[in-house]
Antibody, heavy 118, light 113 residues
Framework: EVQLVESGGNLVQTGGSLRLSCEASGFIFSTYGMNWVRQAPGKGLEWLSYISGGSVTIYYADSVKGRFTISRDNTKNSVYLQMNSLRVGDTAVYYC???????????WGQGTLVTVSS | DVVMTQSPLSLPVTLGQPASISCRSSQSLVYSDGNTYLNWFHQRPGQSPRRLIYKVSNRDSGVPDRFSGSGSGTDFTLKISRVEAEDVGVFYCIQGTHWPPFTFGQGTKLEIK
């Protein structure tokens, strides 16, 4: 059974940092590009970042470039999102996701809630 | 960035009736490999999204055949032949042709009348 399990969400003050983790199982993790997508309360979906299977290719949305860093450890079947300089507008449920392009299988985690307060 | 525009944003439907959602992109989604990377996701209340359709018209595993996708270029449609109670939620289109960034439509909220 495929599983993506996010963790690390918490309540943090503006300007603070958090590190989100996503642990995968049930598929060959190292062969899949991984994404982070977020959803602000009552809002739609926003793509944030992508990392290729071997970490060679990394992309960010403009909204998080310079503040967020994606990384992965294939020995631990995990992908991470280091979030710095957090803003109230970063409050959202954060999901790790595969298959956004449509070329491979699509898997989602259950999400982890990040709340940034002023 | 490619802008994805969905309509309607709210879709009240009677059980058993058909439903249709439009998704338009600001530029053609035909990729250099000949594929069109336009996908549809469904998010039930309180749940994570899941993909229903990939590359315009291909249903993901386990997706009922009452869901169908069509379109080309910049105009795409998701159709539900007979709406069921479990279809309540928000439907999103997303383009994977001109990325980064991946861009989603605003979402269409389907509710039962």
């Amino acid at each position: 059974e495929v599983q993506l399990v996010e963790s690390g969400g918490n309540l943090v003050q503006t300007g603070g940092s958090l590190r989100l983790s996503c642990e995968a199982s049930g598929f060959i993790f190292s062969t899949y590009g991984m994404n982070w997508v977020r959803q602000a309360p009552g809002k739609g979906l926003e793509w944030l970042s992508y990392i290729s299977g071997g970490s060679v290719t990394i992309y960010y949305a403009d909204s998080v470039k310079g503040r967020f860093t994606i990384s992965r450890d294939n020995t631990k079947n995990s992908v991470y999102l280091q979030m710095n300089s957090l803003r109230v507008g970063d409050t959202a449920v954060y999901y790790c996701v595969t298959g956004l392009k449509g070329a491979r299988e699509n898997y989602w985690g259950q999400g982890t809630l990040v709340t940034v307060s002023s | 960035d490619v802008v994805m525009t969905q309509s309607p944003l709210s879709l009240p439907v009677t059980l058993g009736q058909p439903a249709s959602i439009s998704c338009r992109s600001s530029q053609s989604l035909v990729y250099s490999d000949g594929n069109t990377y336009l996908n549809w996701f469904h998010q039930r209340p309180g749940q994570s999204p899941r993909r229903l359709i990939y590359k315009v018209s291909n249903r993901d595993s386990g997706v009922p055949d009452r869901f169908s996708g069509s379109g080309s270029g910049t105009d795409f449609t998701l159709k539900i032949s007979r709406v069921e109670a479990e279809d309540v939620g928000v439907f999103y289109c997303i383009q994977g042709t001109h990325w980064p960034p991946f861009t989603f439509g605003q979402g269409t909220k389907l509710e039962i009348k």
